[in-house]
Structure formats: C-alpha cells, structure tokens
C-alpha cells in the first residue's frame, strides 16, 4: 500500500509511459474531420444566388455606355480634315480674333546654330596654357584651361599636349582597368579595334 502511494506522488514526467507517444500527437492534430473529398466537393457545389442571374433573359436590351467627355470639333488636327470642311474656317476665324497667330519667322529656330566663335588669344595667352599645362597637369586639365581662357577643350589639346607623367599615369589606369575585364569584353574590345582598322582601309 505504501508502495502504491509513493508512486502516485512522482511527477508525470517520470512516468513516460502515461505520456501519449508523438505518434499519437501527430495522428491527432493532422486527422480529417471529412469523411472523404467526394463529400467535400459537394459542400462547395453551391447553386448562385438568383440576383446573379440576368433578369432579361431571352429579350434584346441596350448597354448604354457614354464617354468619359463629350466630343469637340478641336479632337481633329486640320490636317486630317477635307479642303471643303466648316472646321477650317471657324479654327481661322478663332485665330484671328485671338491675335495668337504667330508668324513663322518669329518662332525659335528649330536646329541648334553653331557657337560664334572668338579669336581673341594671344601668343603670350598661348605659352601661359602650355606652362600651366606642363607645371601641373593635374590641377590644370584641359576643361579648367579652357574655362579660364574661354575656349573650347579641343583647342587647349591642339595647342599643348599632357606632361608625360600624367601620360604614364593614365596608362597605368586603363592598364588596371583592363586587368579586371574577363574573356568576353576583352574579345569584343579586340573586335571593336579591328572594325576600326577596317574602316580606316575603308574594307
């Protein structure tokens, strides 16, 4: 008898055997409460309400569906009317009562025209630019030249050339640039030179 009440007293957790298995567990959260899925599918085979059913079933009947604006006789461009057409006389008759005709030769001039240019260095301008090209050709590249003497980058390059340091460090650069590229951009570069020697062939 005193054997039966100590055993009472352990904890459950000692008791493994009391416990239910994590088979059972599993059979018993992942259980169906649906006999089959036959049965299932005739649950959902619902008939639709009766007010979603057309209620002119059998009879002709007309959608009526106006536009978002009503029309206007400005929606044609005039060149697309005929030479005959009332719309080309009413938009001139606008026009004119307007005063927003504008004539041709006052409108902006559609092609971009060529900067005037200016010829106003000197040749002292000249040897002050290779100077400070050659002195620091870092500091002084050829936009800052031609920004400060108010010409273009194209004639700062004809009148002097970079240091050869500043050459031997731009090629270094690409040379660092070129060592990254895999086989692919390193072909196509070597086509590309070829398309160009072509060209100058003029094959």
């Known amino acids: 008898m005193a054997t039966s009440i100590a055993a009472s007293k352990r904890p459950m957790v000692n008791l493994p055997f009391l416990l239910p ?3 059972d567990s599993l059979a018993v959260g992942s259980r169906r409460y ?4 036959r049965r299932t599918k005739q649950r959902l085979r619902v008939k639709p309400d009766a007010s979603f059913g057309s209620s002119h079933q059998g009879r002709d009947q007309i959608i009526y569906n106006p536009p978002s604006s009503a029309p206007s006789v400005y929606h044609t461009p005039s ?10 006389s009413m938009r001139i ?8 005709a504008t004539a041709v030769e006052q409108l902006p001039n559609v092609y971009r025209s060529d900067p005037e240019r200016k010829y106003h260095l000197t040749p002292k301008d000249v040897e002050e630019i290779r100077t400070l090209r050659m002195s620091d050709p870092m500091t002084w590249s050829r936009h800052k030249l031609a920004k400060r003497f108010e010409c273009s980058p194209l004639f700062i390059a004809l009148v002097c050339e970079a240091s050869p340091e500043k050459k031997q460090m731009q090629r270094q650069v690409l040379e660092a ?3 990254q590229w895999g086989p692919k951009r390193r ?5 590309r030179k070829l398309r160009r020697e072509a060209w100058g062939r003029d094959e």
Do not use: I, T
């Open 93 to 100: 008759e606008d026009s004119a009562a307007s005063g927003s």
């Open 187 to 191: 072909m196509a570069r070597e086509d």
């Open 21 to 23: 298995s994590w088979s």
């Open 177 to 179: 640039v070129q060592s």
């Open 79 to 88: 060149k697309f009317l005929p030479p005959n057409d009332a719309r080309r």
């Open 34 to 37: 649906q006999s089959s899925y």
